[in-house]
């Protein structure tokens, strides 16, 4: 369900375009989900995740098993961070561009969970962050999979959906800040 829900909410404002593609500035990593590069730009579009990553790793690093949740969420797509809004709340998904940028997501989360376990917290893993110029960010309990927004370092937690599958039904993508063009096609 998280992938269909991640596809739906990508696909929802382009519907007038046949064959999209967000155009961002380019950089050095290539992703699996480009389309083209030029001298400026990359064109991409998110796509399925062949191969999968894996999260094996990291649960041995921190002895516990990843919730499915997060293990779908991340897994699904190849893509750049999609721009979203929660209600009023505007907010960035994390996803993964490459597999490069899958083991800089694993070393981030590594942190994250291991300042949690020494302030005594239950753990979380991160999703999305919140683009409002403070400090806080949106994460998944890693045991029960409720969604939270969350102060890093802080107690502040507050449980705004029961699961991920309810949370991003609850999400508009901001599709114009990865401006999106009608690609064409090369039959």
């Not at 155009?23 to 990593?29: A, M, R, S, V, Y």
């Not at 993964?96 to 694993?106: A, G, S, V």
């Not at 949690?116 to 683009?131: C, G, H, M, W, Y």
């Amino acid at each position: 369900m998280i992938k269909q829900h991640l596809t739906e909410l990508i696909r929802a404002p382009l519907t007038s375009l046949a064959h999209p593609a967000f155009k961002t500035n380019l950089d050095d990593w290539l992703s699996p989900c480009e389309i083209l590069r030029d001298a400026q730009y990359s064109y991409w579009y998110p796509s399925l995740q062949v191969p999968k990553m894996s999260f094996r790793g990291f649960e041995t690093a921190i002895e516990q098993p990843v919730h499915a949740d997060v293990k779908a969420f991340y897994l699904s797509l190849w893509s750049g961070a999609l721009p979203c809004l929660f209600e009023t709340l505007p907010i960035s998904l994390i996803q993964i561009w490459n597999p490069d940028d899958f083991e800089r997501l694993i070393g981030n989360l590594i942190g994250h969970f291991l300042a949690q376990k020494n302030s005594r917290q239950d753990p979380t893993l991160f999703i999305a962050t919140v683009e409002d110029g403070g400090d806080n960010i949106i994460s998944l309990d890693n045991r029960t999979g409720e969604v939270l927004l969350e102060t890093p370092g802080t107690p502040d937690r507050a449980v705004i959906a029961p699961s991920l599958t309810q949370f991003l039904p609850l999400l508009t993508l901001q599709a114009a800040e990865l401006n999106p063009i009608e690609m064409p096609r090369h039959d």
